[in-house]
């Protein structure tokens, strides 16, 4: 079963405006990180931002948020203020299984590829 | 943050031969993962490396194909090994150093010919 699940294959977004990139996921346990991770055409993996499953508050990272909704199991992507340079693969991973604050495993999804347009 | 440095960052080899790949971080960490990413995919965890112990694998992975070392805290290596045009991916190493963030090296671009 697919435990993540970026539905928006390619976005689309002009410069200086804000994007959201979708992500929901599916777990049955109590305990989880989110993660979101942004990969240039240079193939590195960057990290973005990350919200544990406990964490009461949206995590934010300078322009970039995470708009946690935990009934709904989504853990959407804000950038705002969007630059030439956001131009790049964005990934949503998730960690299950540990203690959301401990090491483990990531499990991505598909990926969705924006497009800043000047 | 964590530094993560990768040897190579890009090979091409003939089928049949067998590529290691190096992974260094900055700092003691308990735990690396070796991800691979195929053309146009996402990532696939291949395996978790502890110190001290044999090397976890994900479903879909076997040791003799991927045999990794992990001889301290900072170093782990991955081989890919008999190598097949269909191995042609990029390959990373990740640890979290410390709290939960886990971070990449900057992957090695492999192409099999």
């Known amino acids: 079963a697919q435990k993540i699940t970026q539905t928006q294959p390619g976005m689309f977004v002009q410069e200086k405006e804000a994007v959201t990139l979708d992500c929901t996921y599916d777990?049955?346990?109590?305990?989880?990180?989110l993660f979101w991770y942004k990969q240039p055409s240079s193939g590195e993996m960057i990290f973005l931002i990350y919200?544990?499953?406990?964490?009461?508050q949206n995590a934010t990272e300078g322009r970039y948020s995470l708009n946690f909704q935990k009934a709904r199991k989504s853990a959407n992507l804000v950038i705002s203020a969007s630059q030439l340079g956001d131009s790049a693969m964005y990934f949503c991973a998730m960690r299950e299984g540990r203690p959301y604050n401990q090491g483990g495993k990531l499990i991505f999804g598909q990926g969705t590829e924006l497009s800043v347009k000047p | 943050s964590a530094v993560i440095s990768q040897k190579p960052s890009r090979d091409i080899c003939q089928r049949g031969t067998s590529l290691t790949i190096q992974c260094q971080v900055d700092?003691?960490?308990?735990?690396m993962f070796w991800y691979r990413q195929q053309p146009g995919q996402s990532l696939t965890l291949i395996a978790t490396?502890?110190?001290?112990?044999?090397?976890?694998?994900e479903s879909g992975f076997v040791i003799d194909k991927f045999p990794i070392s992990r001889p301290n805290l900072t170093f782990s290596t991955l081989t890919v090994s008999n190598m097949s045009p269909e191995d042609s991916s990029i390959y990373l190493c990740?640890?979290?150093?410390?709290?939960?963030?886990?971070?990449f090296g900057p992957g090695t671009r492999l192409t099999v010919l």
């Open positions: 490396a502890n110190q001290g112990s044999e090397a976890t694998y």
């Open positions: 919200q544990g499953s406990y964490d009461e």
């Open positions: 777990t049955s346990d109590q305990s989880y990180g």
């Open positions: 700092s003691q960490v308990t735990m």
């Open positions: 990740s640890a979290e150093p410390q709290g939960h963030e886990q971070f």
